[in-house]
T-cell receptor
Framework: DAGITQSPRHKVTETGTPVTLRCHQTENHRYMYWYRQDPGHGLRLIHYSYGVKDTDKGEVSDGYSVSRSKTEDFLLTLESATSSQTSVYFC?????????????FGDGTRLSIL | GDSVTQMEGPVTLSEEAFLTINCTYTATGYPSLFWYVQYPGEGLQLLLKATKADDKGSNKGFEATYRKETTSFHLEKGSVQVSDSAVYFCALSVQGAQKLVFGQGTRLTINP
């Protein structure tokens, strides 16, 4: 298995509070991604990073921000959580040694916003 | 834009039955195609991939052929097992991009 650790694995919090999810990799891969998984929608890309301090938006980026200060860590922040952000969040990584490399996924963080 | 459409689930089969999960795509470039599998409580794992037309990806008895003429990448297995129960996702990556576009997933349950 690819060395990807997501933390926390589960979190329950209240509407309006800030939340930060962490993704840590030991593979030294260039690309890192944050997805959310919701019933009927598959996985949808929130933000991704193509290097330290280089990030870009995905299709569902509103209400989320990210930071990548080191190759191994990619943080996802909900500045003021809303109930619509209740979801399972997955981090993924991929390298750029060849075209169209597959992504490798962490085990997910289940986030509940009450 | 790029999109992936999978057959709706859930799909329930008996052990040793033949499996097909349909996947079709729309892409502006020349995509690579992937099948991922998600077991309960886990992240997605790459099951197989194909990077150009007529390629066949295969793994663990599963197969899928990249059909450019029908823009399809259907997943098949000749004899399913209870351990194949999971959610299956079809995805594409457009050439030159490092992003995946996923279908909505198909939940498969295999009964003994």
């Amino acid at each position: 298995d690819a060395g990807i650790t997501q933390s926390p694995r589960h979190k329950v919090t209240e509407t309006g509070t800030p939340v930060t999810l962490r993704c840590h990799q030991t593979e030294n891969h260039r690309y890192m991604y944050w997805y959310r998984q919701d019933p009927g929608h598959g996985l949808r890309l929130i933000h991704y990073s193509y290097g330290v301090k280089d990030t870009d938006k995905g299709e569902v980026s509103d209400g989320y921000s990210v930071s990548r200060s080191k190759t191994e860590d990619f943080l996802l922040t909900l500045e003021s959580a809303t109930s619509s952000q209740t979801s399972v969040y997955f981090c993924a990584i991929s390298d750029d040694k060849a075209r169209n490399q597959p992504q490798h996924f962490g085990d997910g963080t289940r986030l509940s916003i009450l | 834009g790029d999109s992936v459409t999978q057959m709706e689930g859930p799909v329930t089969l008996s052990e040793e039955a033949f499996l097909t999960i349909n996947c079709t795509y729309t892409a502006t470039g020349y995509p690579s195609l992937f099948w991922y599998v998600q077991y309960p409580g886990e992240g997605l794992q790459l099951l197989l991939k194909a990077t150009k037309a007529d390629d066949k990806g295969s793994n663990k008895g599963f197969e899928a052929t990249y059909r450019k003429e029908t823009t399809s990448f259907h997943l098949e297995k000749g004899s399913v097992q209870v351990s194949d129960s999971a959610v299956y996702f079809c995805a594409l990556s457009v050439q030159g991009a490092q992003k995946l576009v996923f279908g909505q997933g198909t939940r498969l349950t295999i009964n003994p």
